[in-house]
T-cell receptor
Protein backbone atom coordinates (compact mmCIF):
# COMPACT_ATOMS: atom_id res chain seq x y z
CA UNK A 1 0.00 0.00 0.00
CA UNK A 2 1.35 3.43 -0.87
CA UNK A 3 2.05 5.73 2.07
CA UNK A 4 0.89 9.26 2.69
CA UNK A 5 2.04 11.58 -0.06
CA UNK A 6 2.45 15.33 0.12
CA UNK A 7 2.99 17.81 -2.67
CA UNK A 8 4.96 19.83 -3.26
CA UNK A 9 7.93 18.73 -1.15
CA UNK A 10 9.54 22.16 -1.16
CA UNK A 11 8.10 25.61 -1.64
CA UNK A 12 9.51 29.13 -1.53
CA UNK A 13 7.13 32.07 -1.21
CA UNK A 14 7.36 35.72 -0.28
CA UNK A 15 5.54 37.55 2.50
CA UNK A 16 1.96 38.38 1.70
CA UNK A 17 1.48 35.56 -0.79
CA UNK A 18 -0.75 32.58 -0.21
CA UNK A 19 0.06 28.90 -0.57
CA UNK A 20 -1.82 25.62 -0.95
CA UNK A 21 -0.39 22.31 0.18
CA UNK A 22 -1.79 18.93 -0.77
CA UNK A 23 -1.99 15.61 1.04
CA UNK A 24 -3.12 12.21 -0.24
CA UNK A 25 -3.80 9.75 2.58
CA UNK A 26 -3.21 6.03 2.57
CA UNK A 27 -5.90 4.30 0.54
CA UNK A 28 -8.90 3.58 2.76
CA UNK A 29 -7.97 6.13 5.39
CA UNK A 30 -10.66 8.70 5.98
CA UNK A 31 -9.06 10.93 8.59
CA UNK A 32 -6.38 13.48 7.71
CA UNK A 33 -4.57 15.73 10.18
CA UNK A 34 -2.14 18.58 9.57
CA UNK A 35 0.78 19.67 11.74
CA UNK A 36 3.33 22.47 11.66
CA UNK A 37 6.88 21.75 12.78
CA UNK A 38 9.35 24.54 13.58
CA UNK A 39 12.62 24.51 15.55
CA UNK A 40 11.20 26.92 18.11
CA UNK A 41 7.68 25.54 18.69
CA UNK A 42 8.17 21.91 17.76
CA UNK A 43 5.23 19.99 16.34
CA UNK A 44 1.87 21.70 16.65
CA UNK A 45 -1.54 20.42 15.63
CA UNK A 46 -3.32 22.48 12.98
CA UNK A 47 -6.56 20.62 12.20
CA UNK A 48 -8.13 17.27 11.48
CA UNK A 49 -10.66 16.31 8.82
CA UNK A 50 -12.89 13.28 8.59
CA UNK A 51 -15.37 12.66 5.79
CA UNK A 52 -14.94 16.21 4.46
CA UNK A 53 -15.72 17.75 7.88
CA UNK A 54 -13.29 19.52 10.17
CA UNK A 55 -13.41 17.62 13.46
CA UNK A 56 -10.76 19.40 15.40
CA UNK A 57 -8.72 22.58 15.25
CA UNK A 58 -5.54 23.78 16.90
CA UNK A 59 -4.67 27.28 18.05
CA UNK A 60 -3.71 28.89 14.76
CA UNK A 61 -5.01 32.13 13.21
CA UNK A 62 -7.72 32.10 10.58
CA UNK A 63 -5.08 32.53 7.85
CA UNK A 64 -4.64 28.77 8.14
CA UNK A 65 -7.47 26.81 6.61
CA UNK A 66 -8.05 23.43 5.12
CA UNK A 67 -10.50 21.19 3.40
CA UNK A 68 -11.01 17.56 2.55
CA UNK A 69 -12.46 16.13 -0.62
CA UNK A 70 -14.77 13.16 -1.12
CA UNK A 71 -11.78 10.94 -1.99
CA UNK A 72 -10.22 11.88 1.40
CA UNK A 73 -7.46 13.95 -0.17
CA UNK A 74 -6.87 17.13 1.78
CA UNK A 75 -5.51 20.58 1.09
CA UNK A 76 -4.19 23.19 3.47
CA UNK A 77 -4.12 26.86 2.62
CA UNK A 78 -2.17 29.67 4.27
CA UNK A 79 -3.05 33.20 3.22
CA UNK A 80 -1.04 36.40 3.71
CA UNK A 81 2.15 34.53 4.47
CA UNK A 82 4.43 35.75 7.27
CA UNK A 83 8.09 34.96 7.86
CA UNK A 84 7.09 32.90 10.89
CA UNK A 85 5.08 30.54 8.70
CA UNK A 86 8.33 29.02 7.46
CA UNK A 87 8.12 25.44 8.65
CA UNK A 88 7.80 21.80 7.77
CA UNK A 89 4.11 21.02 7.27
CA UNK A 90 3.23 17.42 7.95
CA UNK A 91 0.11 15.55 7.05
CA UNK A 92 -0.98 12.33 8.76
CA UNK A 93 -3.74 9.87 8.00
CA UNK A 94 -5.50 7.13 9.92
CA UNK A 95 -8.34 4.80 9.10
CA UNK A 96 -11.28 6.38 10.88
CA UNK A 97 -13.00 7.90 13.85
CA UNK A 98 -11.84 7.53 17.42
CA UNK A 99 -8.43 7.83 18.98
CA UNK A 100 -7.36 4.25 18.75
CA UNK A 101 -5.74 4.37 15.34
CA UNK A 102 -2.06 4.83 14.65
CA UNK A 103 -1.21 7.98 12.73
CA UNK A 104 0.80 7.57 9.53
CA UNK A 105 2.78 10.61 8.47
CA UNK A 106 3.82 11.86 5.07
CA UNK A 107 7.31 13.24 4.31
CA UNK A 108 6.16 16.82 4.71
CA UNK A 109 6.26 20.03 2.69
CA UNK A 110 9.10 22.38 3.53
CA UNK A 111 7.78 25.96 3.21
CA UNK A 112 10.20 28.87 3.20
CA UNK A 113 8.79 32.40 3.36
CA UNK A 114 11.17 35.18 2.29
CA UNK B 1 -3.55 22.59 28.17
CA UNK B 2 -1.54 19.40 27.82
CA UNK B 3 2.22 19.87 28.22
CA UNK B 4 4.53 17.08 27.08
CA UNK B 5 8.17 17.03 28.17
CA UNK B 6 10.93 14.76 26.96
CA UNK B 7 14.15 14.28 28.84
CA UNK B 8 16.95 14.22 27.91
CA UNK B 9 16.92 16.48 24.85
CA UNK B 10 19.90 14.62 23.41
CA UNK B 11 21.67 11.36 24.08
CA UNK B 12 24.85 9.79 22.72
CA UNK B 13 25.66 6.16 23.42
CA UNK B 14 28.03 3.50 22.08
CA UNK B 15 26.59 0.75 19.94
CA UNK B 16 25.11 -2.11 21.94
CA UNK B 17 24.04 -0.04 24.90
CA UNK B 18 20.38 0.03 25.91
CA UNK B 19 18.52 3.33 25.44
CA UNK B 20 16.00 4.80 27.89
CA UNK B 21 13.93 7.75 26.71
CA UNK B 22 11.52 9.53 29.02
CA UNK B 23 8.27 11.35 28.35
CA UNK B 24 6.06 13.11 30.88
CA UNK B 25 2.67 14.77 30.45
CA UNK B 26 0.67 17.08 32.69
CA UNK B 27 -2.93 15.96 32.03
CA UNK B 28 -3.64 12.31 32.77
CA UNK B 29 -6.91 12.39 30.78
CA UNK B 30 -5.38 10.76 27.74
CA UNK B 31 -6.78 8.50 25.06
CA UNK B 32 -3.49 7.05 23.96
CA UNK B 33 0.23 7.76 23.76
CA UNK B 34 2.35 7.22 20.70
CA UNK B 35 6.10 7.10 20.15
CA UNK B 36 7.49 8.24 16.81
CA UNK B 37 10.86 8.34 15.15
CA UNK B 38 11.94 11.18 12.87
CA UNK B 39 15.01 11.15 10.65
CA UNK B 40 16.49 14.51 9.62
CA UNK B 41 14.29 16.37 7.13
CA UNK B 42 11.80 13.52 7.01
CA UNK B 43 8.32 12.78 8.28
CA UNK B 44 7.46 10.76 11.36
CA UNK B 45 7.38 6.99 11.61
CA UNK B 46 5.12 5.45 14.22
CA UNK B 47 6.93 3.06 16.54
CA UNK B 48 4.45 2.10 19.24
CA UNK B 49 0.98 3.16 20.33
CA UNK B 50 -0.22 2.50 23.87
CA UNK B 51 -3.90 2.81 24.72
CA UNK B 52 -4.73 4.54 27.99
CA UNK B 53 -5.86 1.21 29.46
CA UNK B 54 -2.56 -0.51 28.66
CA UNK B 55 0.65 -0.55 30.66
CA UNK B 56 3.10 -1.39 27.91
CA UNK B 57 3.65 -2.31 24.29
CA UNK B 58 6.50 -4.19 22.67
CA UNK B 59 7.79 -4.45 19.14
CA UNK B 60 11.08 -6.19 18.50
CA UNK B 61 13.82 -4.35 20.38
CA UNK B 62 11.40 -1.63 21.45
CA UNK B 63 9.35 -1.55 24.60
CA UNK B 64 7.22 1.34 25.80
CA UNK B 65 5.59 1.62 29.20
CA UNK B 66 2.82 3.92 30.34
CA UNK B 67 1.94 5.08 33.85
CA UNK B 68 -1.07 7.28 33.30
CA UNK B 69 -1.56 8.21 36.94
CA UNK B 70 1.93 9.66 37.24
CA UNK B 71 1.90 11.06 33.70
CA UNK B 72 4.92 9.16 32.45
CA UNK B 73 5.99 6.95 29.60
CA UNK B 74 9.35 5.37 28.91
CA UNK B 75 10.69 4.00 25.64
CA UNK B 76 13.35 1.33 25.92
CA UNK B 77 15.48 0.38 22.94
CA UNK B 78 17.57 -2.72 23.54
CA UNK B 79 21.02 -3.28 22.08
CA UNK B 80 21.18 0.00 20.19
CA UNK B 81 22.57 0.17 16.64
CA UNK B 82 23.86 3.12 14.57
CA UNK B 83 20.65 2.87 12.53
CA UNK B 84 18.71 3.84 15.66
CA UNK B 85 20.18 7.33 15.45
CA UNK B 86 17.22 9.70 15.03
CA UNK B 87 14.93 12.00 16.97
CA UNK B 88 12.31 10.21 19.04
CA UNK B 89 9.04 12.00 19.74
CA UNK B 90 6.34 11.23 22.24
CA UNK B 91 2.76 12.32 21.49
CA UNK B 92 -0.30 12.23 23.71
CA UNK B 93 -3.89 12.25 22.47
CA UNK B 94 -6.31 13.85 24.90
CA UNK B 95 -9.46 11.97 25.81
CA UNK B 96 -11.49 15.18 25.85
CA UNK B 97 -10.40 16.93 22.67
CA UNK B 98 -8.64 14.14 20.75
CA UNK B 99 -5.84 16.55 19.93
CA UNK B 100 -2.32 15.19 19.62
CA UNK B 101 0.25 17.03 21.76
CA UNK B 102 3.92 16.40 21.02
CA UNK B 103 7.04 16.62 23.12
CA UNK B 104 10.11 18.38 21.73
CA UNK B 105 11.87 15.07 21.17
CA UNK B 106 15.06 13.33 22.22
CA UNK B 107 17.83 13.25 19.62
CA UNK B 108 19.73 9.99 19.83
CA UNK B 109 23.16 9.29 18.41
CA UNK B 110 24.47 5.73 18.50
CA UNK B 111 28.23 5.62 17.96
CA UNK B 112 29.70 2.68 16.05
Amino acid sequence: KAGVTQTPRYLIKTRGQQVTLSCSPISGHRSVSWYQQTPGQGLQFLFEYFSETQRNKGNFPGRFSGRQFSNSRSEMNVSTLELGDSALYLCASRPGKGGTDTQYFGPGTRLTVL
Amino acid sequence: KQEVTQIPAALSVPEGENLVLNCSFTDSAIYNLQWFRQDPGKGLTSLLLIQSSQREQTSGRLNASLDKSSGRSTLYIAASQPGDSATYLCAVKGSNDYKLSFGAGTTVTVRA
